[in-house]
Every structure is written in C-alpha cells, then in structure tokens.
C-alpha cells in the first residue's frame, strides 16, 4: 500500500468537519480560515515507541493520547482547538493497527472540535507527531508569566494517577484489580481540560497542564513569573484509587513528581477566587486549591504546617 | 543535556523575528496573529534517516532541506511563509551536529521569512517533522484541482538534477567533477519557489511542486482537475550539466520520473500566458512550457510528434 492510499484510507476527511476548512487533506497544504480577532495558538508533540510509549499499547490508546497531549497544551492557554496535521511514521502497513488507531485519532478529533487537515506518512521507527492550531480571543490567552505574589494555586482533578498506571503497567506496583483498571485508563486516557482551560480566561493569572509532574512543571512557572510558591501536600488532590492503593507518602510522591496527568495548574488573584470557582463548577471539573505564590523564587512544601522533605518518600526515583 | 535545554540552546528565538508572533517557543503553545483576509496554509513533511536521508548527509543540508521541501508545498499554493514547529528526534544529543543543524535551520528560516516558534525535542531514532503555516490572500490560493482543457503546462527551473545528484552520491552514476558538485548541491539544497508561487496567483490555473518526479506529480493534477495532458519531452528544461553529463534518453528518464527537484509545474490558460511569463520574468525564475492540458484523463509524451514510450529508459527504474 503506497503512502496516499494509507492517507487516503484511514486519515484523509477524519475528525470534525469545519466550515473554516477551505481545503483538507490532498492537496500540497491545507487552507484554513481563522476568526477575526483570535490569536492562533500551536502545539506540537512527538510521541516515540520505546521512548514515550510501549509496543504493548493498544492502539485505541495510542490514537487518542496522541491528540490528547497536544489538547492539554491548547488547553493551558485557553485555547479553542480547531485544525490538526499528523505526521506518522511506521515500520510496515498493519491495517488492523491502522483501522484501530485511525478510528481512535478520528473520534477524538471529532469530540474535541478538531479537523484533520493534512499529514505526512513515512516509513520508519514508529513515531507520531501531532501539530495542532487552535483559536484564542486576542489578549485572553493564559500563559506561565502571570503568577503574582498572593496569588492562590489550583489544580484540575486528581494527581499522581497516571504514573501510578505506568508502575502497574511495568509491573512495579501491585493494586487491586479494579484500581488497576482505573489507573491504567488514567495513563492511557487522560482527559485534556479543554474547557476548564476556557473558563480560565480572564480569571487565571497563569496557567500550565501537568504533563512532567507537578514540581516540575510548578517550577516552569515560578521560573517564568519570578515568584516563589508554598504547597501544602495535604491538599494535593488524590483520587480514592490511589488513597486506597498506596501509603500517603508513596501517594503524595505520586501526586508531586509524576508525570502525564494533563491537569491544569493555574494561579487566581483573591479578586477572582470566587468568579473562578463558580466557573470551573460549571465547566464540571474537579479542583483543589493546593498552595499560595509567594515572592523569592523557591517551592516550599508543607505538611501539617512543618515543612516536608520529598526526599522521604524517594523524589529520585519518582523524577527520573 | 536535558530537552529543554536542546530547546534553549539551538533552537529557542531561531528563524525571523516576526511582529505578528505574540509568545514564541518557551510555554505550552507558541501564539501568532494571522493578518485579516488571509487564509492559512498549513504544510507538514517529516524526514526519516535511511528513508529520505542517509546518515552522511551533512548536517547543514539537511537543516536547510528541512525546511525548503515544506517551502516548496506553501509555494505550489501561491502562500508566503510564516510561522514554523519543529519536532526533532535525535538517538543523542551530538552538540557539533546540533550547532550545524541549527545554524543552517535557522539561517534558511531568517532568509524566507519564518519564525520558529515552537516544537518538541525527542530522543530515538533521527527524524525531523516541520510544520510551516503559511498565508494567502483569501480566494487566491492555487490548488491541483483547477488545469482545464487547452491550458498551458509550465515547469519552473531545469528537471531531474535531483535524482541525478542522488545516484551521484550513491555511486550508481560517475559524471565529471564539476558536474557531480552542481548535482549535489541540486539534491541537497533544492530552492523552493517561494516568489515565483506567489507570482502565480490569479494567472496560474492550477499548480503543483515537483517531489516526486513530473510524470507523478503531474498525474496527481489530471486526476483532482479531470483532465488529461500531451508532454513534449524536448521541451522538457536540462541544466547543461545533465545535457553534458548523460545521454538523452538517460536526461530523459531523470527529467520525467527523478523526485525531489522542488521546483514548480504549474497550467495556464492562454488569456494570462503573457501576464504570467511577465511576472515570472520579474521574480526571477527561468521556466519553460512543456505540453498542454487535454480531455480525456491519460498523460500522453510526445518527442518530435511521435508518441514517447518511457519503458526505453528504464521507467521502473527511475519511478523507483
């Protein structure tokens, strides 16, 4: 099968039909017509076998993280997703993995408002890059700069899921069944928080997803804001799989250096706490209020009002 | 060397600084700002090492290469460059091939007018995806859907110095000294038409660039447009190198089939062959017409008024 038939087959006129799509997969470029006064926002992610991913992933799951991830970006801006390219490069044509991953890609696109407008399918080790541009009203994108002193920290939904799925999946913890179940699907299909991430607009300060853990990417932020923060763990929000599963510290090492949440993490001015709370609630999503900036430029973790060392639970291994 | 900071390091701030980029590499999406009544044209071509580059390509060809081959797509639709993504996946991180590849990246970017403004840095095996939006007046982008019957059928440059430089290289063709540098630099630093496509708008009826080889490409405008074409092959443009180089029917066999000359076909209709032979004069291109759209749906070549049969050169070979 030569490279346009597998375009063809399984990619070509997928994900959401737009009006804004002039011209779609066939052509040397696709053409699109964004909305008058939007900034465009564009992401870009690459996903590796071996590297991002094992050969062992299903490809439903692999279909839908691949968009998922870059959703998460345009999600911490606020962003509207809207046209996609694929780049697929694969070591053979395996039509099964083909006719599985493509249904995923596409009914995910779909869901989340995306066309798939054009792509490139090579011959290689296995590996997928998703462009994706979406829509954001000019001046309303939401960025890592803004965190200001006083300002409070929140999180989306629970944290340290993911990488708890990853260590079940790679044999490193034994759960019970049914968290099993629950933390792989964590793993595998995150949810990106699209529309969280839009009510955030003009109430958020500052916003990031969580895809390296929380330190790491709280650290991104305090970096390019200049600020210092103070987290208390005990106010990390930790799903009852993982209350369940897991010793607190154990769970909290989870919960603050895992990778691959895709929560948001966004910072509120006290003047907007209560419009923001009242939004989110009716974006319905989960969120916890983890912390407060602080000024200098360190992350200070407390717990029951003592400052708490990560070392403890192991942060080395967690990190890596 | 951590990805971020590859990120910092070669690629953060390369390309042109453009005033419509709001937020560049650095945050979870890049933001740019689209000019108003424009569409945008959004192109992708990722490159695989020992599919579309060998492991002794130099470094600065293949940063430049990169990019030109997206170039070359935004060109064929008549769109200026803008904004480009980057997703590099590298088996290490080599520092001195990084300084090269970045140095030529960025210098080819900066020449055509293209901010790099976000992407991913992976490890694995070496392949490079880049993603360029591009912007054109809206209603004015060329497409391959629109050659009719009677249309001129143009080429931009000379045909075939490509393939013929890549045999070079794989020792499968011995030409002289002088010859062999002027096909490896036509394999390596093929010039994308970016003036010359925008010449075009409003003249050209439809259009295409030349990755795969003439016959090839030009059988993808008859089957979008529903037409069919007559090919002169002494019309077809030889450098001298080729005409000095390989016998006729040799020059031949490269002209029709050899891939990646990215330059541009394009169809005309006789009411603006004037205008258009004018404005491609002023953007500086040399270009040749070579046959013309007919009804029907084959490609038919002629040399010297009698029907051309490619299987004397060694078609298969060529179309490889």
Redesign the interface.
């Known amino acids: 099968m030569k490279e346009f038939k597998v375009i063809d087959r399984f990619f070509a006129g997928r994900g959401q039909p737009r009006r804004d799509v002039?011209?779609s997969v066939?052509?040397?470029?696709?053409?699109?017509?964004?909305a008058?006064n939007k900034?465009?926002?564009?992401?870009?992610?690459?996903l590796?076998?071996?590297?991002?991913f094992f050969p062992d992933m299903p490809a439903k799951a692999l279909g839908y993280k691949a968009i998922a991830v870059n959703l998460s970006?345009?999600a911490?801006?606020g962003?509207e997703p809207a046209?996609m390219?694929?780049?697929i490069?694969l070591p053979e044509i395996d039509e099964t993995w083909l006719d599985e991953f493509s249904a995923s890609l596409s009914e995910t696109a779909e869901y989340y408002g995306v066309a798939l407008?054009?792509?490139?399918t090579?011959?290689?080790?296995k590996?997928i890059?998703i462009?994706i541009?979406?829509q954001?009203p000019?001046g309303k994108?939401l960025?890592?700069?803004g965190a200001k002193n006083g300002d409070w920290i929140y999180v989306t939904g629970t944290l340290g899921d993911s990488a708890l799925g990853l260590d079940v999946l790679r044999s490193k913890q034994t759960v019970a069944d049914d968290a099993a179940t629950y933390f792989i699907q964590r793993h595998y299909y995150p949810t990106p928080r699209v529309l969280a991430g839009q009510a955030l607009r003009s109430l958020a300060s500052s916003a990031?997803?969580l895809s390296d853990g929380l330190v790491s990417d709280l650290g991104h932020v305090l970096k390019?804001s200049e600020v210092g923060a103070i987290v208390d763990v005990t106010a990390l929000p930790l799903s009852d799989a993982m209350r369940t599963s897991v010793d607190t510290d154990t769970a909290l090492g989870y919960a603050l250096t895992g990778g691959e949440d895709y929560e948001l993490l966004f910072t509120v001015p006290e003047s907007q706490r209560g419009a923001l709370e009242i939004a989110l609630a009716h974006a319905g999503v989960s969120f916890a209020r983890i912390g407060q900036i602080s000024t200098g430029n360190k992350l200070r973790l407390n717990k029951d009002g003592e400052p708490y060392n990560p070392t403890n639970f192991g942060f080395e291994h967690f990190s890596s």
Do not use: F, Q
């Open positions: 002039e011209l066939g052509d040397d470029c696709a053409l699109v017509n964004p008058e900034s465009i926002a564009i992401t870009c992610d690459t590796v076998e071996n590297v991002h970006d345009l911490s801006m962003a046209w390219t694929l780049a490069t407008v054009g792509g490139d090579t011959r290689g080790p590996s890059t462009t541009n979406g954001v000019k994108a960025t890592r700069c990031i997803d390019r």
